[in-house]
């Protein structure tokens, strides 16, 4: 794209988008320098949504802060627990079993083509198209229904516990993510016939925001706009967890480096999420739901009371919780929004010294300028919506 | 002076049932691109929501009526007018019936009335996005203005083929030029192609309406509106999807002709048929981005009317 | 490009198909959710709104004031205040709920030993005035019922 002219700085304008805009995707504020319709300069300030839930952490047994993260990324709310828990688990040495490795797999790649969905649904509807926001949200409807049946929770879910899952799937629960690996792709080919070869799709996405796979890595990108930049990287594969090793999946890249390449990377993500929890719901293990460790596994509430000793363990371990040994400890998982890292610092209370949560959002959100430079003001409506982010992930 | 009752009646009459139709219009459309999207639409205002229509717009009536501080009250007040009256005049020449006695005039350029009358609507949108002393709003007048101008062009381009055909500019006479030989969408499919090309530009519709762009500009020109004001904006664009369609109706699609069904019964099928193909385009298409709008309007559109008012001339003297 | 991708571009395949896909869908049945018309029935475990629960032989209060849920809830929205009996007996007096501090993460409910915190499958706390969103025990246990 053209780079806007050097023009004497009082001819140029300057445009507030957001924090109340349609789609600056909640609370993000874009101070838009313009030279006519060119967007020469784009100032971001964020911060509208911070709530500071490092500082909560540090005031708050571990597993108090259970049902904290999922409100950062509140559109794939149970990869972020799932990246805390495996932080802990990583610290405490505790190894979860493997139904419940399993079940966290099936529900974070579910979470996964949800966040992909309502990235797929806001961007269309960012560009116009508003009838695949509609179809979109159809499908993550089905999603949010198998939460709703397993975690009690749509939103939130507070599902996932240290060392496993808080009570085992209910019945009917595989054939019910069966139903949805049936449906689905078919769906999707609606969406495909509606945007991907679609001339106004195409005119609107291809080489727009533009970012070379060096710029990605500079600016400490990483998820599928990484992946859109040509760059395979995928926490999944590189340090698997959560048996992700045993899944055959492959990583979607596209050398475009544009906004059409990322929306071609996310789409076959769904369709490779879609894979995994095909294989795992095939193979999903009989076993314990949570692991057999004193330190977070609640004693049975009918020994509890018949027992003493049980007793007495049972109110500590909800009263004074568990304390992991001092150190620290950082742990990563690949949220659809890219690479979410937990960087723990224990003393070996059973409040984290310190808790750094490395959201993908906001360092995704850092090229933003560079991306937009000489566009188009609607362009930069749309370098947003490929971006993927979201307000509460990047505000904290 | 019976003429001139006659003539206050049909207009009156007129005015009415088109406004009437908008209100429905606006139903319609959003029954219509709600069930392509698999919801149900309005539905609780009355049965099937049928009456959601006169809900909204006593809704808008007593609705406060905003007026930024800064914005310049005057044109920020007289914007809305001029929008809506222009395009309510462009309804005059329209025939909705085959003999014409449904006409308020026949005026021998009708359809130059009509192109010329309906851009002065123009106006009103520059002045709305002036007025109200908004970025936002002063952006999407001046991509209002650009658009439609040079949309006009091509609009009016892809009609030259027709005139050429039916030998007037009437609009009786064009639609009585069809009921003796085929409709002219069929010689003059390029000239068709072209006019709903620029015609869904011309009415800032899906996929070019980015005067409104309601995800970059917010709502475009009449952010700043509220209450009765907004709704004359909303009443002028759906005047003038009826205006657009109507004239597709006549100098397309015969007019009000047709088998078995009363003549006015056709000019309304066909009428409508075009308003659904409006709703069904913007369901299903992105929205096109300023600089590729212009793209296609020069580079594209008004070479095809062009080549259409040639190839047609060539016809006509030759053959 | 190739002579079909030719044809197919200037016969505006890909807006064609477009439009198919929509008027597909016009004739489909609707799946939206009317939702204050129809009721919206939560899923059995749903992490709703919070019940006290009687014994269902005695009668009694099932909660034994073990504070244990006041103490795991990470937004310090439930409050009991306990006394001792005439027989030293500890008796539960007040039993505070504020639902509007509550995030709903069911902790309460998961530590209770006895089950007497429990989340119903009500979604929706509508009340006018703000202080009423906070329950107390008489209407918590009013919400529960017995087993």
Not at chain 2, 127 to 144: D, E, F, P, V
Not at chain 2, 147 to 175: C, D, K, N, T, W
């Amino acid at each position: 794209m053209c780079p806007a002219k050097v023009m004497p700085e009082k001819r140029r304008v300057k445009i507030h988008m957001g924090p109340q805009h349609p789609s600056t995707h909640g609370v993000l504020h874009l101070v838009l320098t313009l030279h006519g319709e060119r967007i020469s300069k784009v100032e971001c300030e964020v911060g509208f949504l911070h709530r500071g839930m490092e500082k909560i952490a540090e005031n708050l047994q571990y597993q108090q802060f259970l049902p904290y993260p999922e409100r950062l990324d509140y559109l794939s709310g149970l990869v972020h627990p799932m990246a805390l828990c495996l932080t802990v688990e990583k610290m405490m040495d505790i190894e979860v079993p493997k139904r419940a490795a399993y079940i966290r797999v099936i529900l974070a790649e579910l979470s996964r083509i949800a966040s992909h969905l309502l990235w797929l649904a806001t961007h269309a509807l960012d560009i116009g198209a508003m009838t695949v926001f509609m179809y979109a949200f159809r499908e993550r409807e089905a999603i949010l229904n198998i939460f709703e049946m397993v975690t009690g929770g749509r939103m939130t879910f507070n599902y996932f516990r240290f060392g496993g899952c808080k009570q085992d799937v209910p019945a009917g629960f595989v054939e019910r993510v069966n139903q949805f690996i049936y449906d689905f792709p078919s769906r999707m080919q609606d969406y495909e016939t509606l945007l991907t070869n679609n001339r106004i799709w195409l005119l609107r996405t291809r080489d727009i925001g533009h970012l070379s796979a060096e710029d990605a890595i500079n600016y400490g990108v990483t998820g599928s706009t990484l992946r859109g930049s040509g760059v395979d990287y995928d926490v999944r594969k590189e340090f698997p967890y959560s048996c992700y090793e045993e899944f055959d999946v492959e990583v979607p890249l596209s050398d475009r480096c544009d906004t059409y390449g990322r929306y071609l990377v996310r789409l076959e993500e769904m369709r490779q999420s879609l894979r995994i929890i095909k294989q795992a719901c095939q193979n999903l293990p009989e076993g314990d739901i949570i692991a057999d460790d004193p330190r977070v596994k609640l004693p049975k509430k009918e020994e509890a009371f018949n027992n003493m000793e049980t007793m007495i363990r049972y109110c500590c371990s909800v009263m004074e919780g568990f304390s992991p040994p001092a150190g620290e400890t950082y742990m990563s998982v690949e949220a659809p929004k890219g690479e979410l890292g937990y960087y723990l610092v224990s003393d070996g209370s059973p409040k984290p010294y310190r808790l750094k949560i490395r959201v993908p959002s906001l360092l995704n959100l850092a090229p933003l300028d560079l991306m937009s430079r000489g566009h188009l003001i609607a362009d930069i409506v749309a370098i947003i919506g490929t971006l993927d982010i979201v307000l509460g992930d990047v505000d904290k | 002076m019976p003429a001139l009752l006659l003539l206050a009646i049909k207009v009156i009459l007129t005015v009415t049932v088109v406004l009437l139709t908008v209100a429905y219009c606006v139903y319609a459309e959003r029954k219509v691109i709600g069930h392509m999207q698999q919801r149900p639409g309005p539905q609780f205002v009355g049965w099937r929501g049928l009456l959601q229509s006169p809900a909204d717009v006593l809704k808008l009536i007593i609705k406060e009526d905003i007026v930024p501080t800064k914005a310049d009250k005057f044109i920020h007040f007289i914007a809305p007018v001029l929008c809506l009256v222009p395009a309510v005049l462009a309804l005059a020449p329209i025939p909705f019936n085959k003999s014409g006695s449904l006409l308020i005039a026949d005026i021998n350029i009708g359809v130059l009335y009509i192109l010329a009358v309906s851009e002065l609507g123009i106006f009103g949108i520059i002045l709305a996005g002036w007025g109200s002393n908004s970025k936002y709003s002063l952006m999407g007048a001046m991509r209002s203005a650009a658009q439609m101008v040079s949309y006009e062009v091509a609009l009016g381009l892809s009609l030259v083929g027709v005139f050429m055909m039916s030998g007037s500019m009437s609009m009786v006479e064009i639609s009585k030029a069809q009921s003796g030989s085929v409709w002219y969408i069929l010689p003059q499919f390029l000239g068709f192609f072209v006019y709903c090309v620029a015609a869904v530009a011309e009415t800032n519709r899906t996929p070019f309406d980015l005067p409104e762009a309601e995800t970059e500009l917010v709502a475009g020109f009449h952010v700043e509106y509220s209450g009765m004001k907004f709704a004359f904006f909303f009443l002028a664009e759906y005047t003038n999807m009826i205006v657009v369609s109507s004239i597709a109706a006549t100098c397309f699609l015969g007019g009000a002709s047709g088998w078995l069904l009363p003549p006015l019964v056709w000019y309304l099928i066909k009428v409508y048929a075009f308003l659904f193909i409006f709703f069904w385009l913007r369901a299903t298409f992105p929205r096109y981005r300023y600089d590729q709008l212009m793209e296609i309007g020069w580079k594209f559109l008004i070479p095809l009317a062009l080549a259409n008012v040639v190839i047609t001339a060539l016809i006509k003297a030759y053959i | 490009m190739g002579i079909k991708e030719f044809i197919g571009w200037v016969t505006l395949k890909d807006l064609r198909q477009g439009l198919g896909v929509t008027l597909k869908h016009l004739r489909r049945p609707v799946v939206t959710y009317p939702y204050p018309k129809q009721e919206f029935l939560a899923e059995e475990r749903w992490r709703g709104l919070h019940t006290l629960w009687k014994d269902e032989n005695t009668g009694l209060e099932r909660c034994i004031g073990c504070c244990l849920c006041e103490k795991i809830c990470p937004n310090w929205a439930i409050t009991i205040t306990t006394s001792h009996a005439d027989d030293g007996k500890k008796v539960v007096d007040e039993f505070i709920v504020n639902a509007g501090r509550c995030l709903y993460c069911g902790f309460c409910a998961e530590v209770c030993p006895v089950r007497a915190i429990r989340q119903s499958t009500d979604y929706a706390r509508k009340v006018h005035k703000r202080g009423d969103i906070i329950l107390n025990k008489k209407e918590l246990l009013e919400r529960g019922g017995q087993d």
